[in-house]
């Protein structure tokens, strides 16, 4: 099973980004289970710009803005084309 979490880290977002932060393992353990070991998530994070992270950990919100969801399709892309 493959799972991406599409993630806003804009300034707005800091108490919904702390809620995820904490339900994060749940919900890892719920697709791990349902899916008997057998996943792959992804993470994107987006503000103005797009990072793909691999540790939640290091992501927090950030300034705030108008958003331009280019840079989100450009890490997409990117991404598929490096399976």
Not at 37 to 57: H, R, S
């Amino acid at each position: 099973m493959d799972v991406v979490f599409v993630v806003d880290t804009t300034g707005s977002m800091g108490s919904s980004l702390n809620a995820f932060q904490s339900a994060f393992p749940s919900i890892i353990n719920q697709i791990a289970t349902s899916s008997n070991g057998d996943y792959q998530p992804g993470l994107v994070t987006f503000t103005d710009m797009v990072t793909v992270a691999d540790d939640l950990g290091d992501m927090g919100a950030s300034n705030g803005g108008g958003c331009d969801l280019q840079p989100v399709a450009r890490a997409i892309r990117r991404k598929q084309r490096r399976r």
